[in-house]
């Protein structure tokens, strides 16, 4: 059974305060984006699942349609935190951390796709409730989860929406990040911001406290390298199984040149030819974080379908 924890009042996250402090200006120190994710955090609703030898992580806020958020790669909860005020407003957002990352526990050997995408299927049954239909949306190796969930939930599917996802199969970009674990101080802060430029962010100004917190805590609970799926083509073949329609969201400059992304969106049609896909200007892979107001009020459209 899922496991309720304390409730604090979705207001504090929905009220217009927080929604416009987390969405308007950069946030300019460290304590205050520390505050900031410690009260999304006491607004939520939690569960606990079963997944391997401990549990899942589940958060919540608000209430009407249930619509999932299937976080990133070495992510968690915190990758949507310019997207819960907004979405919850009409919606039962619910945010699962990952199996081996955030605050869940490692699912069992082997791990693959499928695997987590089951776990991830069943807690979201103990929840949610098995038969209540759902939106799905996923982020890049979450998308590639978000489309094996979606496919398994079969006719409950309003619409998956895929945002900068793997699972297409090659080609692949490759980055090389800066290693983090061995570095403390000013240091470590500078490795995050080179790595949310090299892989996350396109623009240097949209690196702010906040993205830099979020990099910090998600990377200090990461535990699982997920690259071998996001590399995989699990996803493409999983694509033709969805009900309800499908949306795919790229930043501009998610790829090293227009040509690959090209070849990700024909990679993407090929096994999904009736996909919707948006292509947001001047954004990088984290597209709804440094262009929240427009992926927010896009993905409210799809939901309002």
């Known amino acids: 059974m899922a496991i309720a924890s304390c409730i604090i009042s979705p207001h504090d996250i929905s009220g217009t305060r927080m929604s416009d402090m987390i969405q308007a200006e950069p946030i300019a120190d460290a304590a205050t984006a520390q505050a900031l994710l410690k009260r999304l955090d006491r607004s939520a609703r939690h569960w606990q699942t079963p997944c391997g030898d ?94 094996l969930v979606a496919a398994n939930a079969a006719d409950r599917v309003r619409s998956l929406t895929v945002i900068g ?62 690259g071998f799926m996001w590399m995989s083509r699990v996803l493409h073949d999983a694509l033709p199984l969805v009900h309800g329609h499908v949306h795919a969201f790229w930043g501009e400059h998610e790829m090293p040149d227009r040509a690959m992304l090209d070849v990700r969106l024909a990679l993407l049609r090929q096994a999904r030819p009736d996909v919707e896909v948006e292509v947001i200007p001047h954004a990088g892979h984290w597209v709804f974080y440094e262009a929240a107001a427009r992926f927010n009020a896009a993905l409210l459209r799809i939901l309002a379908r």
Not at 170 to 184: A, F, G, H, I, M
């Open 54 to 147: 401990g549990t899942m992580v589940w958060r919540g806020w608000g209430s009407g349609p249930v619509v999932l958020l299937v976080h990133g790669g070495a992510g968690s909860w915190r990758h949507w935190v310019r997207n819960l005020a907004p979405l919850s407003l009409g919606h039962t957002v619910i945010a699962p951390d990952l199996p081996g990352l955030g605050d869940s526990a490692r699912a069992p050997d082997p791990i693959s796709a499928e695997s987590v995408a089951a776990l991830v299927g069943q807690g979201l049954d103990q929840v949610v409730g098995a038969d209540t239909p759902i939106d799905v949306a996923g982020f890049s190796y979450g998308g590639v989860i978000a489309g």
């Open 165 to 226: 996802t793997g699972g297409l199969g090659p080609p692949n970009r490759s980055v090389e990040l800066v290693r983090v674990r061995d570095k403390t101080g000013a240091e470590r802060l500078a490795a995050h911001r080179d790595n949310l430029l090299r892989m996350m962010l396109a623009d240097p100004a949209n690196i702010d406290a906040l993205a830099l917190e979020i990099q910090e805590q998600n990377t200090k609970r990461a535990r699982l390298n997920s």
